[in-house]
């Protein structure tokens, strides 16, 4: 069942960010254009988003676990560290230039652009730096705390 | 402020969002997983012999299928980025490091994270929206900082 759920999962979630327009760069960087035309659409993708998950993630917590999981799989790093802010940074930069986020990014590979290639490579790449950075010197979580 | 409120556009952007937001909680309350994608993605690369690949690759096939249907169905199709593959690439090196030194997304942090009350994820988000409103005003409105 795990397996179909992760499918349905994906499909309902790329969907949802096509239909949003969020795989559109354009309209993403007209949200992000304060000082332009500004596009409040992400503003309503990112509420709507919410409007479903406060709800239900509150409910689903209520939970002692998931239906098909032994547990939730949660981050347990609670700190707002340096790592968190300055990644923030860097990838709200690189949102801000090209108006793509790993989402988008990987849906947006279905149109077979070329483009669309170098940017998810350069993405894996940049992840890839990542992974190369010292682990986080706190003893409560490792690097990656979500597995 | 010149505000493009397009009526469709936000309307679409509601139904999408709504979907999104589904979409995660059918992912957390059935596998107990957070449907960020940066972690979804960088899980499915480098992968800590946890043996979690699978779901990850399924949920972003799943990602794209959807995308591939949603845009047939002529709803929307995803826009063409129109920038030279150098900015492009300049672009994926910054928000793949980015995401993964922050630990997440617009997904993992903003739909997700906030969901949670995550103070982490509050933080991130008016950080990398902070960043991209800065970026956008220099590369589109020459603001030299």
Request: glycine share 14%.
């Amino acid at each position: 069942m795990k397996p179909l759920i992760a499918s349905l999962s994906g499909i309902l979630f790329g969907a949802g960010l096509v239909i949003s327009g969020m795989t559109d760069p354009f309209k993403v960087l007209g949200f992000l254009d304060l000082a332009g035309r500004w596009d409040p659409t992400l503003a309503f993708v990112m509420g709507s988003g919410l409007l479903v998950t406060v709800p239900g993630f509150w409910l689903v917590r209520r939970r002692v676990g998931p239906v098909f999981e032994t547990k939730f799989y949660l981050p347990t790093v609670k700190d707002v560290d340096t790592r968190l802010l300055v990644g923030a940074a860097i990838f709200g930069t690189g949102w801000g230039v090209a108006g793509f986020c790993p989402g988008p990014a990987i849906a947006s590979l279905v149109r077979f652009d070329l483009g669309m290639v170098v940017l998810v490579i350069a993405l894996i790449a940049g992840m890839a730096l990542a992974e190369l950075l010292p682990e986080r010197r706190t003893s409560l979580g490792s690097n990656n705390d979500l597995v | 402020m010149d505000i493009a409120f397009d009526l469709s556009s936000v309307l679409h952007g509601v139904v999408g969002g709504l979907l999104i937001g589904f979409s995660a909680v059918v992912l957390l309350v059935f596998n107990g997983r957070i449907a960020g994608i940066s972690g979804i993605l960088s899980g499915l690369v480098f992968d800590r012999g946890t043996g979690e690949r699978a779901w990850r690759l399924l949920f972003l096939m799943g990602l794209m299928a959807g995308a591939a249907i949603a845009s047939h169905m002529a709803v929307s199709e995803p826009a063409l980025s129109t920038q030279k593959w150098s900015v492009l690439a300049g672009a994926g090196l910054l928000v793949g490091f980015g995401t993964r030194l922050g630990s997440g997304c617009t997904s993992g942090h903003g739909i997700c994270g906030l969901a949670r009350f995550s103070k982490r994820s509050f933080a991130a988000v008016m950080t990398f929206m902070a960043f991209g409103f800065l970026t956008v005003l220099v590369m589109r409105h020459g603001v030299m900082l």
